[in-house]
């Protein structure tokens, strides 16, 4: 089992002072509310460091802000939070922005727990190929045999990306299921990376 490290401390905003000496409440305030989204990612931060149950809800929302920044926080914040997170995650994995499903995907993975397996699974049949493809790395970071056959379907995906991180997650597996599926999925294959990387898992 992987422990999770803290997130790395991002830019601080103007006011950054202010904000470290605030409560829950009023950090979930800040990260719903402000409109510098330097100041949504700094909150944040903080929430994730507190660790506490309460933040965990509003780091969910925060995973479909509209700035990038601000998401990938909101998931590491997540991440560092840990397994009281899981269960929303899970359920985040419904939500109908991709945005929101990738980032808790990657969430997922960086638990790294096996309470994590199945939200991840059913990831692997998400219509967004980048939800896909976070859930096979998230999958591979655990390396959970009941793992195996969901991903074995997704060596067929249509993005290659995806196929690439399905054959990586099967690889770290191994066992003679994966290897015949890995054979039989060279036959087929026409991208040279992923055949490259197939290759690699077969020696």
Same mark, same amino acid.
């Given at each position: 089992?992987?422990?999770?490290? &803290? ?5 601080? %905003? ?18 719903? &509310?402000?409109?510098? %989204?330097?100041?949504?990612? #700094? ?8 660790? =506490? ?5 509003? $780091? ?6 509209? &700035? ?12 560092a939070i840990g ?12 939500? %109908?922005?991709?945005?929101?499903? #990738? ?29 896909? #493809?976070?859930?096979?790395?998230? $999958?591979?970071e655990i390396g ?12 067929? &995906?249509?993005?290659? #990306? ?12 191994g066992g003679k299921?994966?290897?015949?599926? $890995?054979?039989?999925?060279?036959? =087929? ?15």
């Amino acid at each position: 089992m992987r422990f999770m490290v &803290d997130a790395p401390i991002p830019q601080k %905003p103007e006011g950054a002072e202010k904000l470290e000496k605030q409560g829950i409440s009023e950090l979930v305030k800040a990260l719903h &509310d402000h409109t510098d %989204p330097q100041v949504r990612q #700094y909150a944040a931060y903080l929430l994730g460091q507190a660790k =506490s149950p309460r933040a965990i809800q509003p $780091l969910i929302e925060a995973l479909a802000d509209f &700035d990038k920044s601000v998401r990938e926080q909101a998931m590491l914040a997540l991440s560092a939070i840990g397994k009281a997170a899981i269960e929303p995650l899970a359920e985040a994995m419904k939500e %109908p922005k991709w945005e929101t499903r #990738y980032r808790a995907a990657e969430a997922l993975g960086k638990i790294a727990d096996e309470k994590a397996v199945r939200p991840l699974i059913q990831g692997l049949r998400d219509n967004r190929d980048h939800v896909r #493809y976070m859930a096979a790395k998230g $999958l591979h970071e655990i390396g959970d045999s009941d793992a195996v056959d969901p991903l074995i379907m997704l060596l067929k &995906d249509e993005n290659v #990306y995806v196929r690439l991180m399905v054959v990586h997650a099967l690889a770290a597996l191994g066992g003679k299921k994966v290897n015949a599926a $890995l054979t039989a999925a060279l036959e =087929s294959e026409q991208e040279e990376k992923v055949k490259a990387a197939i290759n690699a898992a077969l020696q």
